[in-house]
C-alpha cells in the first residue's frame, strides 16, 4: 500500500506562488497515473490536475495556464506548481495515486490512496 504525504501549502497573497509536493513511500508510483484535486470549505472535492505515466497532462479549466503539474520518479514525488494565485484558489490539496483518466479529467477509482491533505490559504 502506498502512502502519500503532501507539504508545501502555506498563507499567500493573490498574485503569489506556491509549490506543492506529494512524496510516495511503500512502492514505486513510475507507472501510476497522478493527480491534485482540491475541497474548499462547503464545496466537494475536486479535479485540479493530472499527469500520466507517459507524463501527459490535463488541467481544471479553472487552473489552466496557472498551475503546472509535474512528477520526478527518481523521487517518487509529483508536483503542483501553483502561479498567479487567487482567493478562489483556498482550498485543501490532496494528492492522488492510481487515477484513471476520462475525457482529460483525472477520476479516482477505488484503488486510488490520497495524501491526508494541505492547507493552501490566498489572501486578496
Known amino acids: 500500500q502506498v502512502q502519500l504525504v503532501e507539504s508545501g501549502g502555506g498563507l499567500v497573497q493573490a498574485g503569489g506562488s506556491l509549490r506543492l509536493s506529494c512524496a510516495a513511500s511503500?512502492?514505486?508510483?513510475?507507472?501510476?497515473?497522478l493527480g491534485w484535486f482540491r475541497q474548499a470549505p462547503g464545496k466537494e472535492r475536486e479535479f485540479v490536475a493530472a499527469?500520466?505515466?507517459?507524463?501527459?497532462?490535463y488541467y481544471a479549466d479553472s487552473v489552466k495556464g496557472r498551475f503546472i503539474i509535474s512528477r520526478d520518479n527518481a523521487k517518487n514525488t509529483v508536483y503542483l506548481q501553483m502561479n498567479s494565485l487567487k482567493p478562489e484558489d483556498t482550498a485543501v490539496y490532496y494528492c492522488?495515486?492510481?487515477?484513471?483518466?476520462?475525457?482529460?479529467?483525472?477520476?479516482?477509482?477505488?484503488?486510488?490512496?490520497w495524501g491526508q491533505g494541505t492547507q493552501v490559504t490566498v489572501s486578496s
Open positions: 511503500g512502492r514505486t508510483l513510475k507507472n501510476s497515473n
Open positions: 492522488a495515486a492510481d487515477l484513471q483518466v476520462v475525457g482529460g479529467t483525472g477520476v479516482p477509482t477505488s484503488r486510488t490512496a
Open positions: 499527469i500520466t505515466w507517459s507524463t501527459s497532462t
